[in-house]
């Protein structure tokens, strides 16, 4: 049986999992820190750790390894390497498949943007409806797009399609505000209290005033992003993940009231929370192996 480790990279963590052809985790996520702001080897060094650890997991070895898939929180260039991030700073220009081979020689190797990852991940083992045309959305310290079209993912010529995040909304971009740190703004707009996203949803969850209208005038603005991209490429579903998923139930009918008011197509679009939970980025990214692009 073919199995994979899917590696989700980000500024802060980084975590790795060995999955099956059947998109099911053997074992457990393995979570360790990238320190995305030491030198590029170090880094690396960090992500081959955690893979390490992933397949030191009993059941697992590398003669039943297929492949490692990296996704990744920025753009690719045409030779597959990493774009500037804010997020993985020093690793901009540089090869990461390579780097990693380095320590896992004779492993296929690939890497993609984790949006894309999650899209490609959700469409074949997660809760998306049989769709052909669908926008993968992660809501978290950032913001990520990644789409299905005619079954296929698009990328774009230069690989950034779905990028949206440096557009401009209202008095800055759409990161700003659809992320956790745009939550927490909003809040500390509203009531002069600094807290995390995460606690403002646990405020909203208990009913706290300020807090719901922070996570409802969330849920507008990702409806009137959303609204561009559905009725641009004819999307029939959207699928959402990322950290802030998991506050979907205090933001979701707002975004979808504005997708009925502003989207034609809304009695044929699903809107629909990730399947995969806080494994989608990993299942994602050993979907590389797993899914015929």
């Avoid at 959402?240 to 997708?259: A, P, R, Y």
């Amino acid at each position: 049986m073919k199995h994979v480790v899917g590696v989700d990279i980000g500024g802060t963590n980084t975590s790795a999992g060995v999955v099956s052809e059947q998109g099911e985790l053997t074992g457990s996520i393995v979570t360790e820190p990238t320190e995305s702001d030491r030198i590029s080897e170090k880094v690396v060094q960090n992500i081959c750790n955690t893979i390490s650890k992933a397949l030191e997991q009993p059941g697992v070895g590398h003669k039943r390894l297929a492949g490692i898939g990296l996704g990744v929180p920025t753009t690719l260039d045409a030779e597959g390497k990493l774009i500037a991030s804010n997020n993985l700073p020093t690793l901009a220009g540089k090869d990461l498949p390579a780097m990693v081979g380095e320590r896992f020689p004779g492993t296929p190797i690939e890497v993609e943007n984790d949006a894309n990852c999650f899209v490609v991940g959700e469409a074949r083992f997660g809760s998306v409806p049989a769709s052909d045309y669908v926008c993968g959305v992660t809501l978290g310290t950032g913001l990520g797009i990644g789409l299905l079209l005619d079954g296929n993912l698009y990328r774009g010529i230069s690989g950034a399609a779905g990028e949206i995040f440096s557009s401009p909304y209202r008095d800055g971009n759409i990161e700003s505000v659809l992320s956790g740190p745009g939550i927490r703004k909003s809040y500390a707009k509203s009531t002069g209290k600094d807290v995390e996203a995460k606690k403002v949803a646990e405020f909203a969850g208990k009913g706290e005033s300020d807090a719901v209208k922070v996570m409802e005038d969330f849920g507008l603005a990702l409806g009137y992003v959303l609204s561009y991209v559905v009725n641009l490429l004819d999307i029939r579903t959207v699928v959402v993940g990322g950290s802030l998923s998991k506050s979907w139930n205090l933001f979701i009918d707002s975004t979808k009231s504005v997708l009925s008011d502003y989207c034609p197509v809304y009695r044929e679009l699903a809107v629909v929370r990730s399947g995969l939970g806080k494994a989608a980025g990993i299942i994602g990214a050993a979907s590389l192996f797993l899914v015929d692009d």
